[in-house]
């Protein structure tokens, strides 16, 4: 007799808006082709631990619009390096993948799906190298993973920053100064760009082109010698001075990634109100990015991923991540999609039109040559 599909789901890295959606589409179809569902804790930790719930429909009924994911998730637990407890004897890391792919076997598992970034679905990758059964689907509100054009949640977190720029606009403009918001995106500048553009911020500043502070007091000045005594910044936490180094806000011990990003707003911002006459004050949008109701654009996304999931699964297409290309749900080898960032191409129209409607990006010199 052959034994029913049983499937596992994880969320893993940072949350974001969209995963409940995900988790919601993946349970409804696999539970509709009389498939078993559980659904692991807090990400890795969960399968290294054996921590897991069935995940039945009435779970996942009405958790489309939730943010965050009811599943819990974790950005620190990596099964090839991991810390059983940091108040253990032991805190050194260990290797415990074998564990978590005989945890994997002991549940009866036919695939795992797991729903990350590019940290969880490298480490899916190793499961896959390993002989694990499992599939991928593509989260981060920095929108920096490769092989798929975009990630939900990334959506979600241009509405709140562009919200934001909306805003600070009517006061920043009641008050003649310089506002200036500071988007994450870690070293991709997707969000900054995108709500930069979409709230028709006056500079924009994102990793990709390393700004020249005497650039930016040029535009300022430039926009006051037109009648606008007011300025809107919309400005990366990877955006870095030409020739300088990114602003790291901390680096925590226990973490993949240990690296923090914040704060360049404020360097910035002390020399603009200096040098332009400029009162200037800083919002650091930082985690109100992540949180609350997925946008529908990410809901649709986030359901047309966790069906595509399922359909890889079915396929036995192991190893693959669900994408979406040129208006497409597509897959993509999960190896194709890691360990490079996508990052904002200087070529594009989009980058183009930020100059043509009059925006600048702090170094104008780089403007020159997109412009070229
Ligand atoms: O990758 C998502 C992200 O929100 C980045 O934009 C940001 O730099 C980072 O995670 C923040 O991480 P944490 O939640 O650990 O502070």
Redesign the pocket.
Known sequence: MRRKTKIGLLTG??D?PGLNAVLRAVTKSALKKGWHVIGFRDGYKGLVENKFIHLRDRDVSGILVKGGTILGTN?KANPFKYVLSPYASDKFPKDLSRRAFSIFKKNGLTALVAIG?DGTLTMANRFHQMGMPIVGVPK???NDLSGTDITFGFDSALDVATDAVDKLHTTAESHHRILIVET???YAGWIALRAGIAGGGDIILIPEIPYKVGDIIQAVRKRRKRGKNFSIIVVA?GARPMGGEMTIMKK?KD?PDPV??GGVSYRIGDILEKETGLETRVVILG?L??GGRPTPFDRWLATGFGIKAVDLIEERKFGYMASFNNFRFSQVKISRAVGRLKKVDLRTCEVESVLRAGASFGNFLVEAKILK
């Open positions: 890295g940072g974001c950005n970034g981060t509100i920095d994450m995106g870690r936490e925590l973490s923090r990003l985690h990015q992540r």
